[in-house]
């Protein structure tokens, strides 16, 4: 299986809305619910954000929001803040018990 | 509140094998729930090892299933991976996670370690 395909960098203002891409093939993304969004800051452990595409965890702000169209997903951060700053994956059920994660990306809040 | 403490070696010699434990506080480990061990390469991304389920069926990267052994250990409440034949790829910072569980699969990780570095230098 193959990494999932995200932007290295996306950035953006205090207020303002970003979306973060991760685009794989109809033998993960495309076919499976099973997409999930990681927050790392520096230093830290990730921090589940999304699951199945959709569903926010307790304590996740829904300020963050996840969907899919074809073999892309994509995580979307409205009303940004300074604390968003930090490195972003997805990740997808890529069939045959395997699971596959993207490269990152790292979020610059302005 | 789950928590995860992973403990390691540090350093491994080249052709060792690696071998990690994560003690497992907060949730019972015999519970329904599957566990898995995810690394980050320096300065780099993720990549999923292994997932196992507290019955003890495990789930392998194909790329490095050859070489991967994880299992679970109820009595001590901790889960373990063993990774044979190491080399410098294979520095990194070694995380364990219990993963949300509905329907008896994985869905996502959702409480993590706070992972522990593994250099493989001779």
């Known amino acids: 299986q193959s990494a999932l395909t995200q932007p290295r960098s996306v950035s953006g203002s205090p207020g303002q809305s970003v979306t973060i891409s991760c685009s794989g093939t109809s033998s993960d993304v495309g076919t499976y619910n099973f997409v999930s969004w990681y927050q790392q800051h520096p230093g830290k452990a990730p921090k589940l954000m999304i699951y199945d595409v959709i569903k926010r965890p307790s304590g996740v702000p829904d300020r963050f929001s996840g969907s899919k169209s074809g073999n892309t997903a994509s995580l979307t951060i409205s009303g940004l803040q300074a604390a968003d700053e930090a490195d972003y994956f997805c990740s997808s059920y890529a069939g045959s018990f395997t699971w596959v994660f993207g490269g990152g990306t790292k979020l610059t809040v302005l | 509140q789950v928590q995860l403490q992973e403990s390691g070696p540090g350093l491994v010699k080249p052709s060792d094998t690696l071998s990690l434990t994560c003690a497992v506080s907060g949730y019972s480990i015999s519970s329904d729930a599957w566990w898995g061990w995810i690394r980050q390469p320096p300065g780099k991304g993720l990549e999923w090892i292994a997932y196992?389920?507290?019955?003890?069926?495990?789930y392998y990267n194909p790329s490095l299933k050859s070489r991967v052994t994880m299992s679970v250990d109820t009595s001590k409440k901790q889960i373990s991976l063993k990774l044979s034949s190491v080399t410098a790829v294979d520095t990194a910072l070694y995380y364990c996670?219990?993963?949300?569980?509905?329907?008896?699969?994985?869905?996502?990780?959702?409480?993590w370690g706070q992972g522990t570095m593994v250099t493989v230098s001779s």
């Open positions: 996670a219990r993963s949300i569980t509905s329907g008896g699969w994985p869905h996502a990780f959702d409480f």
């Open positions: 196992i389920y507290y019955s003890g069926s495990t």
